[in-house]
């Protein structure tokens, strides 16, 4: 009974002035709302940057030679890397699996010579797995088969000074330590925004890199893309209980591919997560503002109240239930217009100035949807009400410091 009382009169209480109350709580509704928008934007950038990154070129998933990520030596290398790509394919029921070769070589053409990365892909499937055949600019991408063709970078076009049509010459070492040396048509130029990568890769088709470079079938990697970011450490348990792991054979996470995307992430993280303090602190000193002002403008009352009998605690708890309905007005509301906000955006997408362009010239998406999660709508305003509940501790306190006979004398 005591309890309802108490809440009724802590509610009472409340819209005894309505417009500071509403005020208040508008500011909560604000920040609970922007905090909901965006963390859940970062966090679905987050996925989309991952994704991005990964189909460039990496993938989600490898399945290497166990020393080959620390090694890339031509001798670490995967027995008929194709038949295990197809059987992961029929496996997994994904065809987004493709095997690969990689070795380094020295191309020439009619006036320049330059060391690069010759990488033999299966050209039917590597589009699953990467951006990179959708990037080509000048000509047209490999087709399947083993044909004598090369795809290059734009940056190591115009070091030498060719294009599609012209022929280069390459030398290189082969799997057993033989010379490995051949002459393809350049078919395709790519431009994938990263310098380093149109510079110092090439792509040919992987039947054609074995028979060049003495692979008898060896690979060294089959390259995997989830559908999803979410599904890689599903797809990687699979894998594992298929059996084509081994003492030679290792999965690579895309963390163990990327090292430093995670870091990236996580100073981004940590670089907004300022601004979110900040915004958190405004609305705390606002709630400390407004219960501040309630509790000196009620000092005669409470002092009455106290001369009649109730103690300092109780009237704390008073201070302290008011701040906390409004707290979960706030936070009510705030969950609630967040939460609409991010589903009307999780159908339409968000898009900057700029992005849809950016995202066609580099085969990219060109909007990005926030992630809805228990933690994304709640984490934000949790702690905005947790921040609003500490404000409300020092008008509260003040009670235990007020004298009757003074507190009602007070004008």
């Keep these: 009974m005591r309890a309802n009382v108490s809440l009724l009169l802590a509610w009472r209480n409340l819209w005894r002035h309505g417009r500071r109350t509403w005020l208040t709580v508008g ?3 604000f920040s609970n709302s922007l905090l909901i928008f965006a963390i859940s934007l970062q966090f679905g950038s987050y996925d989309m940057m991952i994704d991005n990154t990964l189909q460039a070129y990496s993938g ?3 399945l290497q030679h166990q020393r080959y990520l620390d090694e890339p030596k031509m001798r670490y290398a995967l027995p008929s890397v194709e038949s295990g790509a197809q059987r992961l394919r029929d496996e997994l029921g994904l065809a987004s699996i493709s095997a690969r070769a990689a070795g380094f070589a020295l191309a020439s053409s009619e006036e320049r010579s330059y060391g690069l990365q010759i990488i033999g892909v299966d050209a039917a499937h590597e589009p699953l797995v990467s951006t990179l ?3 080509v600019k000048q000509g047209r991408y490999l087709e399947s088969g083993a044909a004598a063709e090369i795809v290059i970078g734009a940056v190591l076009a115009r070091n030498l000074k060719v294009g599609p049509g012209d022929e280069l010459t390459f030398l290189g070492s082969g799997f057993d ?5 051949g002459v393809v048509q350049i078919v395709g ?3 994938s925004g990263v310098a380093d990568l149109d510079r110092s890769m090439a792509q040919i088709n992987l039947g054609y890199f074995q028979e060049v470079f003495a692979m008898r079938g060896h690979g060294h990697s ?8 979410d599904d890689v450490e599903q797809l990687m348990m699979k894998i594992q209980s298929i059996g084509m792991t081994g003492d030679q054979l290792a999965l690579r996470h ?8 995670r870091q990236a992430i996580q100073a981004d993280l940590t670089s907004n997560s300022f601004m979110y303090i900040v915004l958190i602190v405004l609305v705390a000193f606002s709630v400390l503002n407004t219960q501040l002002m309630s509790v000196l403008e009620r000092t005669r009352e409470f002092g009455t109240m106290m001369a009649l009998g109730l103690k300092p605690s109780r009237l704390s708890r008073l201070v302290m239930l008011e701040t906390a309905l409004m707290t979960g007005l706030g936070l009510m509301l705030g969950i609630t217009c967040g939460l609409l906000l991010n589903l009307y955006l999780s159908r339409v997408g968000f898009s900057y100035p700029g992005m849809e362009e950016m995202a066609l010239k580099f085969n990219l998406p060109d909007r990005m949807y926030p992630e809805i999660s228990l933690f994304t709508l709640t984490m934000g305003p949790s702690i905005v009400a947790i921040a609003s509940l500490l404000a409300a501790i020092y008008p509260a306190t003040r009670l235990y410091r007020l004298l009757p006979i003074e507190a009602m004398r007070a004008v």
Excluded: C, K, N
């Excluded at 330590?177 to 040396?181: I, K, L, P, T």
């Design 27 to 29: 500011a909560m509704i």
């Design 60 to 62: 989600h998933i490898q």
């Design 133 to 135: 055949p959708g990037l």
């Design 177 to 181: 330590d033989s010379f490995a040396a």
């Design 189 to 191: 130029v790519f431009e």
């Design 222 to 229: 089959i390259v995997i893309r989830a559908e999803h970011i």
């Design 254 to 261: 895309w963390d163990d591919l990327q090292p430093g995307l």
